[in-house]
């Protein structure tokens, strides 16, 4: 079975909801949509105090390029847009709609009915999951449509699928593969052909063969062009580059995109959306959540409205328990601890895990013992030992010559030292600055050449 | 009270007196057969090493650095341990204990404890044995018992001779396999060693980098220095402190480098070293000095040997 070449380590998978089926989350009196739900630039709501909204209505518009789309998950009226805690506290604009029934626009497609013919074309398919807001939905939130559109240079070969839910305790993906594996075949040709490309991979660890053996049939009935690959269980393999390396063995390079392995890579909760976006006009209004923990009740899978209260959801999966230390937005090798659950639904939330208060702590550290155990678990070929130390120290010269800007962030090093060190921590304190010097001296390379060349215009 | 710390949530549950315990048990086999070869004189002195080592590290970090005990990582203990599997089985107490002090006072905390030091403690107590008192730490009994017994030439020194034209009697591969050989007092099985060696590779302790490049290197130098005679070059591997060597003490986190790459350096330049002082040195046995002499190039290894890059192609 295929896996990623370097490092990787095996976190218990703790897939306690993966037989829950999928839920309908009840919809609350009031909802607070935020405008921040995508990587880059937040939308801007373009709704007041007032407005009645259906669901699906536009509600924000992109705040740039890399920005997109937001519409209303429920039918009622704007009560105001004011400030609300995302999921680590900041605070970011939200619309907040008073729920009067549950009325949508009369654009979408509401049957059952699966529709298989495309009909859109290329430009067609990428203009349509712009305006129906869609963003990568494994985490990153990173905007469809741009994504979609890669630099003139890039020669797209294949579309690779994310199905592999490698974060523990997760299994949003795993169910949503469960209830709509037609469906995201046929969005995963709506991929194709607006990459026009033929040939697309579904990439899904080996601890999930039921949804190996669904798709692999649903794959064989007209979709021939579409491999289910079944992964090793090994983490980070969710993380694009690792997918792309397992699947079709190349690397993405460094500081480059990962289309320049001709791999177009997007999650299948993703192709799930570009599916109802394209094919039902539906906007991206709801999702896949995993609410779950061993200490909650009911761990569960719910099909929950965007702006929905996270506290409404764990109190469907049965309530905070009484010894909760920690509640995360995402899985536990990556996911953001939350300050409390005053936040809503968005977008990127694939899971909200509640852990217990023994769980929570992190053991003290001690010295580093030089076991190199951090280097052998590192995927990127780094060695973090050196990097969180050159970091707390400063010194970001050896920091970069140590290639501080390829670490992905994954927590593989801090999961495996035997030292408790806080390794992570330190990295994430010194990658942003080299970050900055790097794109400091690009810019000034790039005034540099400018100059030169408007000397040696003059000149002439 | 939610605790908002940053991801990674979850931890392995790896610590480092796990680690140290897994050392521990995997030199329990050859801690047995020396029991059973050498009688009450291997307990006596490992159980003696250990309590030393304990004693010379609660002493200095109580006294000396006024810091808290650091035995719950076990360390002294396996310092401990290897000291007294690297001397022979009836050494004298009191020569044991300075072997301690050395090892855990000079070897270990002086360099700021463990993770600081430079060089591997054990090593070091007992290559300042060995110098200091070379008549005691080189005759080694040949049957059970502490006091009084029969000591004879070690297979090491055998094989020297044999290299150097002269015509001996080379000792069966068998006996050095299975340790019904002279020797220091945790070295002499091979199979011990190798038994706890792979429960060491399979618990994930040690990979196999090391280990396996320090004997592929010594059989290879072994088979060009000594004659050219495979069945010598295999002994080499079985026989004196190889295996501890190559599997317990060259693998010692803190003293040697930190990736596959600069592991197998390490590895292939310990085998040849060690090789290359057995058949010219003046010792018979050169392991300890050849891991000694690449535990200080380990700081230059960590800076100029990089790790295998993901998504950086070769120009």
Known sequence: MKTFKLGGVHPAANKLSDKAPIEVAAVPAMVAIPMAQNLG????????????????????????????????????????????????????PA??????????????????????????????????????????????????QVKLTPPPTAKPECVIINAVECEPYLTSDHSLMLAHAEEICIGVQILEKAMGVSKAYIGIEANKPDAIKLMTETAKNGFPEIEIVPLKLKYPQGGEKQLINAVIGKEVPSGGLPIATGALVQNVGTAFAVYEAVQKNK???????????????????????????????????GGVPEDTGKIISGGPMMGKAMPDTNSYMVKGCSGILVMKNEEARRKEASPCIRCAKCVHACPMGLQPNFLSKYSELGMLDEAEAERIYDCIECGSCQFSCPANRPLLDWIRQGKPKVMGILRARAAAAAEAKKAAEAAAAEKK | MLNVS??????????????????????LPALAWSFYQFGTGALIVTLSSVAFCVLFEILI???????????????????????????????????????????????????????????????????????????????????????????????????????????????????????????????????????????????????????????????????????????????????????????????????SPMNPRSQLIYGLCIGFLAILIRRFGAYPEGMSFAILIMNAFTPLLNKYVKPQRFGVVKK
């Open chain 1, 41 to 92: 630039a937040p939308s801007k709501a373009i709704v007041a105090k007032g407005d009645k909204v259906k669901v699906g209505t536009v509600i924000g518009e992109p705040g740039g390029f890399l920005s997109s789309f937001v519409h209303s998950s429920v039918s009622g009226t704007v009560d105001k847009v004011d400030l609300v805690e995302d999921a680590t506290g900041k605070k970011v």
């Open chain 2, 61 to 255: 970090t109580r006294f000396l650095l006024h810091t808290p005990t650091t035995l719950g990582d076990l360390s002294a203990v396996v310092t401990g341990i290897l000291l007294a599997f690297n001397v022979p089985s009836n050494l004298p107490l009191w020569i044991i204990a300075i072997g301690a002090l050395v090892a855990i006072g000079v070897g270990k905390m002086a360099f700021g404890g463990l993770g600081a030091n430079i060089f591997n403690p054990a090593l070091v107590g007992r290559v300042f044995l060995l110098i200091a008192y070379p008549v005691q730490m080189t005759t080694w009994p040949t049957q059970a018992g502490y006091a009084d017994v029969e000591t004879g030439a070690t297979p090491l020194a055998l094989l020297k001779q044999y290299a150097n034209g002269a015509d001996v009697q080379l000792p069966e591969v068998m006996d050095c396999l299975v340790g019904s050989t002279g020797g220091s007092l945790g070295e002499v099985s091979a199979i011990a060693l190798l038994l706890g060696g792979v429960y060491l590779l399979v618990r994930k302790t040690i990979t196999w980098h090391i280990p396996v490049s320090v004997l592929v290197s010594a059989f290879v130098f072994g088979w060009l220095f000594f004659g050219f005679n495979c069945t010598v070059a295999v002994e080499e591997l079985l026989c004196g402190g190889m295996m501890l060597g190559a599997i317990y003490m060259a693998t010692d986190y803190v003293s």
């Open chain 2, 6 to 27: 940053l991801s990674p949530h979850v931890h392995s549950g790896n610590s480092t007196q796990k680690c140290m315990l897994q050392v521990i048990i995997a030199l």
């Open chain 1, 95 to 144: 619309v907040f709609i008073k729920v009067e029934g549950d009325e949508w626009e009369e654009s979408i497609d509401r049957s059952k009915d699966i529709v298989r013919e495309i009909k859109l074309e290329k430009q067609a398919i990428i203009d349509r999951v712009k305006a129906c807001g869609i963003v990568g939905m494994g985490g990153a939130t990173f905007p469809t």
């Open chain 1, 283 to 317: 906007p991206l209004i709801e999702r896949i959540v995993t609410v779950t923990g061993k200490s909650v009740k009911k761990p569960s899978n719910f099909l929950a409205r965007l702006g929905v209260p996270v506290a409404d959801l764990i109190a469907a999966a």
